[in-house]
């Protein structure tokens, strides 16, 4: 059974960094893509970034996110980070990360969708303030 741990939530001021943390376990990490989610208060979760399986040679993320969010996995940590810079008011959220377990893809395949996942963590709140 896959199990997802997210750690490196908290409060940060506007134009800050946080570095978000998924451990996963139970499963062959590198062999899945992996994604970021978050969802705010009173909105629907959206992607905000995902990383091919393997070494993770591609990379998507979400517009509003592009150019300060980083997505990056260390297969040797099973592990999934979110490096997060010039933090905004607006990503405050709950920040959920997320593994593609099943299926058949190409190796470069990075999933959009939440219903594109099949393993989810329990969240680590990021709350921005400006």
């Known amino acids: 059974q896959v199990q997802l741990v997210e750690s490196g939530g908290g409060l940060a001021q506007a134009g800050s960094s946080l570095r978000l943390s998924c451990a996963a376990s139970g499963g062959t990490f590198s062999g899945y893509p992996m994604g970021w989610f978050r969802q705010a208060p009173r909105k629907e979760r959206e992607f905000v970034a995902g990383i091919s399986r393997g070494s993770g040679a591609n990379t998507n993320s979400a517009d509003d996110v592009k150019d300060r969010f980083t997505i990056s996995r260390d297969n040797g940590k099973n592990t999934v980070y979110l490096e997060m810079n010039s933090l905004k008011p607006e990503d405050t959220a709950v920040y959920y990360c997320?593994?593609?377990?099943?299926?058949?893809?190409?190796?470069?395949?990075?999933?959009?969708?939440?219903?594109?996942?099949?393993?989810w963590g329990q969240g680590t709140q990021v709350t921005v303030s400006s």
């Open positions: 997320a593994e593609k377990n099943a299926g058949s893809y190409l190796y470069s395949y990075v999933p959009l969708g939440e219903k594109d996942y099949d393993y």
